[in-house]
């Protein structure tokens, strides 16, 4: 079955430091892949997505490229600050978009520190 | 417009008893599915409804169920209840179909003591 893999944390890190959460995955078909962040006490937030191989996810200074090749979605910022402070999951989802529900990794903690 | 909502927020149940969560998906949105977040086993999905139709299952036991109505709200029930179900329960909506995103509540924090 399709599976997802992500580094697990916590991650650490100080304010304005380059920021890669690697994730990969496995899947039988062509999946979509997201990045979802769950802050303290919150739901799941979409941060960014890609529906196919090359295409680049971007939001609030996140981005994340599609690699095929490399079945790889790794999630970078440039300069991160305290407010990224969260739980960051990769996902995938199937090519019916959500009939098995979406796969997520175990979740990687980051940690912010001024 | 509205996002996902969740009722209730909080609840503590007794081992045995039975609860029902309930969600409201975003207007527009047909497919409404159901995850559980615990610590130990992190996000797993439990069911999709799509048309008032269960169109997928997680691996759970029968004690997990749930429903969608005419307006796409959807509740899900757990009966005898254990403690290993205490969990945050999200709902999540969608436009069905390949590449669509799925928009999460804020979820449901079940305690059962």
């Known amino acids: 079955g399709d599976s997802v893999t992500q580094m697990e944390g916590p991650v650490t890190l100080s304010e304005e430091a380059f920021l890669t959460i690697n994730c990969t995955y496995t899947a039988t078909g062509y999946p979509s892949l997201f990045w979802y962040v769950q802050y303290p006490g919150e739901g799941l937030q979409l941060l960014l997505k890609a529906t196919k191989a090359d295409d680049k996810g971007s939001n609030k200074g996140f981005e994340a490229t599609y690699r095929k090749e490399t079945t790889s979605f790794h999630l970078e910022k440039g300069s991160v600050q305290v407010s990224d402070s969260a739980v960051y999951f990769c996902?995938?989802?199937?090519?019916?978009?959500?009939?098995?529900?979406?796969?997520f990794g175990k979740g990687t903690h980051l940690i912010i520190q001024p | 417009k509205a996002g996902v909502t969740q009722t209730p927020r909080y609840l503590i149940k007794t081992r045995g008893q039975q609860v029902t969560l309930s969600c409201s998906p975003i207007s527009g949105h047909r497919s409404v599915s159901w995850y559980q977040q615990t610590p130990g086993q992190g996000l797993q999905f439990l069911f999709e409804?799509?048309?008032?139709?269960?169109?997928n299952k997680g691996n759970f036991p029968g004690r997990f169920s749930g429903r969608q109505f005419s307006n796409s709200r959807s509740e899900m029930n757990v009966s005898t209840l254990e403690l290993g179900d205490s969990a945050l329960y999200l709902c999540?909506?969608?436009?069905?179909?390949?590449?669509?995103?799925?928009?999460f509540g804020e979820g449901s924090w079940l305690t059962v003591v």
């Open positions: 409804y799509f048309s008032e139709t269960q169109r």
């Open positions: 999540a909506s969608s436009q069905r179909g390949s590449g669509n995103t799925i928009y």
């Open positions: 996902a995938l989802s199937d090519e019916g978009g959500g009939a098995d529900g979406l796969t």
